[in-house]
């Protein structure tokens, strides 16, 4: 059974660092990639940024400069890192995995809430 | 960046067909591939894949949802719409990087 689980942080400071985990089962991190979107209260879907399987990285180029993304594939984990923190960063977090074929994200995890605020 | 444009909103009656369409800023379509994809999210709820590739039907998913298009302009229907079908329905396309998502449309009950 496919399952994807984020964990972290509710509460951020302004201008600190977001630090999500996303633990995967039922699949390998070596077979399938693996996307961040987010999506702010009452408001649509933004793609962060994707982890392939190969292990090489690719960002939403506005987030760019704050993102990185990593793996564990002993843990099947991957890993969230944003710095400078903003508000507007206040969102539901998502990983999801990615199908190989047509880069369709077929598998979603629950979500994880973060507030920035201080 | 690809854009994918939707209404915001569409009003249905249950029983009856709702249509819900997705324009992109450019082609999403290869020689093999149509890489547009619908999901759906209910209000505090992850997305849920409906239809990959503009018209295969995800598993699970009732044969009620269906998808068409190419290129640019995609479908996704819903015939006969039930009461658990009232969602937001969100296009996307894995053509280019970065992935870009549709605004979503929220399917209300006329």
């Known amino acids: 059974q496919v399952q994807l689980k984020e964990s972290g942080p509710g509460l951020v400071q302004p201008s600190q660092t977001l630090s999500l985990t996303c633990t995967v089962s039922?699949?390998?991190?070596?077979?399938?990639?693996v996307s961040w979107v987010r999506q702010p209260p009452g408001k649509g879907l933004e793609w962060m940024g994707v982890i392939w399987t190969g292990g090489s990285t690719a960002y939403n180029s506005l987030l760019k400069s704050r993102l990185s993304i990593s793996r564990d594939i002993s843990k099947s984990q991957v890993f969230l890192k944003m710095n400078s923190l903003q508000t507007e960063d206040t969102a539901t977090y998502y990983c999801?995995?990615?199908?190989?074929?047509?880069?369709?994200?077929?598998?979603w995890g629950q979500g994880a809430s973060v507030t920035v605020s201080s | 960046d690809i854009v994918l444009t939707q209404s915001p909103a569409l009003a249905v009656s249950l029983g009856q067909r709702a249509t819900i369409s997705c324009r992109a800023s450019q082609s999403v379509s290869t020689s093999s591939y149509n890489l547009m994809h619908w999901y759906q999210q209910k209000p505090g709820q992850q997305p849920k894949l409906l239809i990959y590739d503009a018209s295969n039907l995800a598993s699970s998913i009732p044969a009620r949802f269906s998808g068409s298009g190419s290129g640019t302009d995609f479908t996704l229907t819903i015939n006969p719409v039930q009461a658990d079908d009232i969602a937001t329905y969100y296009c996307q396309q894995s053509r280019e990087l970065p992935r870009t998502f549709g605004g979503g449309t929220k399917l209300e009950l006329k």
């Open positions: 039922g699949f390998s991190l070596t077979s399938y990639h």
């Open positions: 999801a995995r990615e199908d190989g074929g047509s880069y369709v994200m077929d598998a």
